[in-house]
Every structure is written in C-alpha cells, then in structure tokens.
C-alpha cells in the first residue's frame, strides 16, 4: 500500500536535472519484495567487459515478460502518472542479492538522447547507498534508499548526471529496485510535457 500522497515540491539540482524523494512511500515493501521475487522469472545476465566476459553483478526482469507483477505495481504507475502527466508503465526490476551485486554510474540510454525525461524508482528491502555525480564534474549527492523509499528523477538528469549503486563489503541484505518508466523511443519527438516536468 502507498503511504500518502505524493508532494508537489522537488529538489532542484544543477544543469536543470532535479529530483523527488519520499522515503517509505510504500508500506509492506519486504511482503512485496519476497512475492516478486517468488513470482519473476529473474535473469542473470552476462556481457563483455575489457577482454572477458563476466556476470552482471544483479538479477533483472521486467513485467509483465517475467512475471504477473502484483496489484501495487499499478496503483504507483496510476499516481505517478496523476502527478507527473507521463505514462510510466514500462516496469522494470534489478535485485541485488548482497552487497557483491552492484550497477556502475551510468544514465537510461534512450533517455540520454532526449532533452528532458522522467522516470521513478522504488526500493524494497535492505537500504543501499545509491549516488548521484554530475557529469561535468563537480559536487555529488548520495544516499541510502530501501524500506519502499520513492525517488522520481527528471528534468535533464539522464543526459547531465549518472546515478549509480557501488558495491558494499558490509554485510547487507537483499533490495530490489522497481523502476517506473515511460516507453520511450529513440527516434520519438519531444513530449509537449516535458518542459514543464
């Protein structure tokens, strides 16, 4: 179940990129977690990196390819559609089974192409530091995100900023990722909306 609303406010960051964070905006996250893992089909994936090929350190799927999802899942695209006037029904899932598992800084592919976008995630589970870094260099924001914690990123963050979660040797549990986005096209044009996001 979700908390509360969202807030109409955000946080601004540099290069016209900013953010929105609600901490434990889903209630019941690890009921929700432990169902989605039971219910995915996961995939580990595996891809060239220098001369040699090695495990992508997370399992990922997406629903409904992998699997029927849970009710939740469409209640948050419904309000974050309602908020942010952007269809975010392209659901996608990474899980990090420990603290080994990690993703490198990077930003969505499509949506690095693209003026401005958005996009939301909701993390379940044990909380991991997740960091924000500019691209042009400068000041970085980091953060611990878990326990059904909301964060929504838009403006130009895709192309201006690379957000990433680095490996921890402290003894951690699992956290999945559910990332909310819009099924963007590579060649689409511009939304009218986004200017205003």
């Not at 690890?30 to 580990?44: F, G, N, R, V």
Request: proline share 9%; hydrophobic share 35%.
């Amino acid at each position: 179940h979700l908390t509360g609303p969202l807030p109409e406010d955000r946080e601004d960051l540099a290069h016209g990129a900013w953010i929105v964070r609600v901490p434990g905006w889903v209630g019941g996250d690890q009921t929700l977690m432990d169902e989605l893992t039971e219910t995915t089909s996961w995939h580990a994936g595996r891809r060239p990196m220098y001369d040699r090929i090695v495990d992508v350190p997370r399992l990922t799927a997406s629903i409904p390819k992998s699997g029927p999802g849970h009710p939740v899942l469409r209640e948050i695209t419904r309000v974050l559609r309602e908020r942010f006037d952007e269809r975010m029904d392209r659901i996608g899932l990474a899980l990090y089974r420990d603290g080994r598992d990690s993703v490198a800084p990077h930003g969505d592919m499509v949506a690095r192409e693209m003026h401005s976008s958005v996009m939301a995630t909701v993390s379940c589970g044990a909380p991991r530091r997740f960091l924000l870094a500019p691209v042009a260099g400068g000041g970085s924001v980091s953060f611990d995100l878990g326990h059904g914690d909301l964060l929504v990123m838009g403006g130009t963050i895709q192309r201006t900023w690379r957000h990433g979660v680095p490996k921890t040797n402290r003894p951690i549990g699992p956290r999945m990722s559910i990332m909310f986005r819009p099924r963007w096209e590579a060649a689409a044009p511009q939304r009218p909306t986004a200017s205003r996001l």
